[in-house]
């Protein structure tokens, strides 16, 4: 196994890399993972990032007007 970090060689069996010292737990885990077994993104976390991504829209709309107000009082 290649330790993600430094790129040298490990035991696979390692818990840690022998050059830097990462742990490589998250790393076997993920090569004894099968193919199968990966998750797709529910439609629920598709919900939040929507949200999300309109509540950021709002809030550059809202922080624009406050601006421009800002501009338009000095020069008033």
């Known amino acids: 196994m290649y330790c993600p970090n430094c790129g ?7 818990k840690f890399c022998r050059h830097c ?3 490589l737990a998250a790393v076997s ?3 004894l993972q099968k193919p199968g077994d990966t998750t797709a993104p529910t439609s ?5 990032i929507k949200g999300y991504n309109s ?5 550059m709309f809202g922080g624009g007007s406050i601006a421009l107000g800002a501009v338009a009082t000095v020069f008033l």
Do not use: R, W, Y
């Open 29 to 31: 885990a993920a090569l």
């Open 8 to 14: 040298s060689d490990n035991p696979p069996d390692g």
């Open 21 to 23: 010292g990462i742990g």
């Open 55 to 59: 509540g950021q829209h709002k809030m």
């Open 44 to 48: 629920k976390l598709a919900e939040l």
